[in-house]
């Protein structure tokens, strides 16, 4: 039986994830970056952020990890809702994303709060079961091994913490994805590339990226492979974005 779900066809060209050229392609959209995440999703996104906060919420018991934090958004937001009582590190590998985050951090008042570390998603810098949450949001696609940056994450999350991945998605009502995907690839690209001017075109990359990258349950599976248990996903304004939480599994007994 033929499927009624349209296919998504992608330029491969566009999807070339070594990490220089990520590295390079976030560096160079770091001046524009905030304000065309905000601009482009209608603010939307800051609402995303706060509902994962609220969903997968610091439980008072060890440090909390933002992987691939870029410029700081969902460390910041897990600071606000922790009231600056929880330890946050924001990691992320693209040395000018992680200047505006400090930046940031101070305009906000969580300087020496939030220590942020310049690492690859693919080999952490932390011990084993040493955050009680680990997140990231709209990063793990971008890593060059998203299976491998999964592993990390659940390498590092305390044995009973959680993993919380948000990521954009693919709406499943046909109406909605039809314009969503018209408004995704020739809306969206046009505005960013015009301001934020990139060299690596980035505002191409973000669609293609997005509609090559397995999401619902696809996504649930890669976490239960990775070793987490009672996975769930919530998905976000009709489905563009969706919040998948995994929960790394006691520590055995003797």
């Given at each position: ?155 590092v999350a305390q044995p009973g913490g959680r993993v919380a991945v948000l990521e954009f998605s693919k709406p499943t009502n046909r109406y ?62 009709f489905g563009i974005a969706t919040l998948y939480v995994g929960e790394k599994p006691p520590a055995a007994t003797a």
């Amino acid at each position: 039986m033929q499927s009624l779900t349209p296919r998504v066809v992608v330029n491969p060209t566009l999807l070339d994830k070594r990490e220089v050229r990520i590295q390079r392609m976030f560096g160079q959209i770091a001046p524009w970056y905030d304000f065309l995440n905000h601009f482009l999703s209608l603010n939307i996104d800051r609402r995303w952020r706060t509902k994962t906060a609220k969903l997968v919420p610091a439980n008072g018991r060890g440090p909390i990890l933002d992987l691939c934090t870029g410029t700081g958004d969902l460390a910041m937001t897990y600071d606000k809702a922790c009231h600056g009582k929880a330890t946050i590190i924001g990691a992320d590998f693209c040395h000018e994303m992680l200047v505006r985050a400090i930046d940031k951090s101070r305009r906000a008042g969580s300087e020496g709060r939030i220590a942020y570390i310049e690492a690859d998603a693919q080999l952490l810098p932390f011990p084993d079961d040493h955050f009680q949450i680990v997140t990231v949001s709209f990063g793990l696609r971008n890593v060059t091994d998203p299976d491998k940056g999964l592993a990390e994450m659940v390498r590092v999350a305390q044995p009973g913490g959680r993993v919380a991945v948000l990521e954009f998605s693919k709406p499943t009502n046909r109406y909605f994805r039809k314009l969503y995907l018209w408004y995704f690839r020739n809306v969206l690209p046009r505005i960013g590339q015009l301001l934020s001017r990139s060299k690596e075109s980035a505002y191409q990359y973000l669609p293609a990226s997005v509609l090559q990258f397995p999401d619902g349950e696809a996504m649930a599976q890669k976490m239960r492979d990775c070793g987490l248990t009672a996975v769930t996903y919530y998905p976000f304004t009709f489905g563009i974005a969706t919040l998948y939480v995994g929960e790394k599994p006691p520590a055995a007994t003797a």
